[in-house]
């Protein structure tokens, strides 16, 4: 039998995102898309909108199909190019839901209860969690196994879930013959974990928003607004302090990370300056670095056709490994093969 292996001297990557919210939020950008454009020549990058994995929200139909094209529409404005990397959506693709059960089958459920990001988002056994979110792990797994990719850009969050990848890739291996490649962490140049603006104590996220959240497609007046309230101290010293500090420390994490300069540095800079100087250098980068965003998105977003056109040509790509990577694993495991 012919093994699913990725060809071509490039890496292959794969890294997904969910379609929730009302888009992507400054942390999407900084944390994981701005990193997915800049890996496109040296990786055969899989790149996918996890709708599968936004249902464990519960989201309403419409948003959600509404914001599978449109979250299409925010990658390729911030740099994610259809014709170097291969852009789908999750759902497209049935054999994710097929190789979640059959990976669910080999993941033991102390194992499963163990990961911690399940706890975080208020699961427990008896918070009326579904088993969906119990499960999502497991259904990562089978994203990441499915295309044989050699690594995956995760962010310190996700490090107990390629562990779970790792494991069952292992254990499939063993228990049936070798199948899987076995992914290890994509390190990218900077992890920085972006912080909500009124509250720098918890991560910026899509399900937060409110004035603490900066979207990609804020009018450049509301980012500068949000940003000039951000929380800081009564302090006086722009300095890094995570403790003591800490909306000035993301302040000047987001200043850092997108123009590029590193903290000391930043701090030299403003030394004898004080939070309104920070917060108008930090709206301006953050604005100039989104209007090109703004403007590609309005572009894309008015042609629904030409998105869905894009996302089938992914689909196309992602399927043609998907189906040899399936076809391999219904015969190991013993699924009688259906007769055409
Ligand atoms: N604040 C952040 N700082 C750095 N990176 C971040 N990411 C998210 N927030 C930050 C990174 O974005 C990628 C996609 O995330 P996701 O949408 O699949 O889920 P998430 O991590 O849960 O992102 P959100 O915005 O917080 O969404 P909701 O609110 O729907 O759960 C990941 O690589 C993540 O690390």
């Given amino acids: 039998m012919s093994e699913p292996r990725p060809s071509g001297p490039r890496p292959r990557v794969l890294s997904g995102i969910r379609p929730t919210g009302a888009g992507f939020q400054l942390g999407n950008y900084l944390g994981a898309v701005r990193h997915w454009a800049a890996m496109q020549d040296e990786a055969d990058c899989f790149f996918f909108l996890a709708d599968l994995h936004a249902l464990t929200d519960v989201p309403d139909p419409a948003h959600l199909r509404a914001r599978t094209r449109e979250s299409a529409a925010e990658l390729l404005a911030m740099g994610v190019d259809p014709a170097r990397s291969t852009v789908f959506a999750q759902s497209h693709i049935r054999e994710h ?32 969690a579904s088993v969906g979110l119990f499960t999502y792990p497991v259904l990562q797994a089978a994203d990441i196994l499915m ?24 254990r499939f291996n063993a228990r049936y013959g070798d199948t899987f490649a076995v992914p290890g962490p994509y390190v990218g140049k900077d992890g920085a974990r972006i912080k909500d603006l009124q509250d720098p ?76 100087d920070l917060k108008g ?32 040509v992914g689909a196309g790509r992602a399927r043609e490994v998907a189906v040899a990577t399936m076809a391999a694993v219904r015969e190991r495991v013993g699924l009688l093969a259906p007769q055409p």
């Fill in 281 to 312: 250098a930090v709206a301006e980068a953050v604005v100039a670095e989104f209007a090109p965003v703004r403007k590609r998105y309005a572009e894309l977003v008015a042609d629904p056709a030409e998105l869905d056109r894009l996302l089938a």
């Fill in 201 to 276: 104590t918890r991560k910026m996220s899509k399900s937060i928003g409110g004035n603490g959240t900066l979207w990609v497609l804020d009018a450049p007046e509301v980012l500068t607004k949000k940003i000039k309230s951000a929380v800081t101290d009564t302090g006086r010293e722009v300095r890094v302090d995570i403790a003591e500090k800490a909306g000035v420390s993301n302040l000047l994490t987001i200043l850092s990370v997108v123009t590029e300069r590193p903290l000391d540095a930043l701090e030299a800079d403003f030394a004898g300056k004080g939070y309104g």
């Fill in 97 to 128: 839901a097929e190789l979640g059960w059959i990976l669910g089958c080999l993941t033991g459920f102390g194992e499963a209860s163990r990961m911690t990001q399940f706890k975080d988002k208020g699961g427990s056994s008896s918070s009326g």
């Fill in 147 to 170: 295309y044989q990719a050699a690594s995956v850009p995760i962010g310190e969050d996700q490090r107990q879930h390629l562990e779970l990848t790792r494991d069952l890739a292992q």
